[in-house]
Nanobody
């Protein structure tokens, strides 16, 4: 079993900051990419930021310069620092990780349960 558990969502005013964290636990052999996605009401889920096991990052254009993704490979965690938040950043944010379980030769996509981020104007 593998679990991703997110924390850190909440309500913030426009211009404010939030930090999301996600911890992977269970029978983990290795983790490749980790990332954050978000889904606003009546919209498709979209990539926010992603980070490889080596630390390479990519961001959605809408968050570049405002959000920073980081990970701790020793702790199997990924974080998203969100600054200069805007009302359009309001969404449910999901943690995602490409994980190979112990004793298995292939990796699978795992998702967290989601955490609500609401930015008021």
């Amino acid at each position: 079993q593998v679990q991703l558990v997110e924390s850190g969502g909440g309500l913030v005013q426009a211009g404010g900051s939030l930090r999301l964290s996600c911890a992977a636990s269970g029978s983990i052999g290795s983790i490749k990419a980790m990332g954050w996605y978000r889904q606003a009401p009546e919209k498709q889920r979209e990539l926010v930021a992603r980070i490889s096991s080596g630390g390479s990052t990519n961001y959605a254009d809408s968050v570049k310069g405002r959000f920073t993704i980081s990970r701790d490979n020793a702790k199997n965690t990924v974080s998203l620092q969100m600054n200069s938040l805007r009302p359009e950043d309001t969404a449910v944010y999901y943690c995602n990780a490409d994980i190979r379980r112990i004793g298995v030769t292939f990796s699978l996509d795992y998702w967290g349960q989601g955490t609500q981020v609401t930015v008021s104007s």
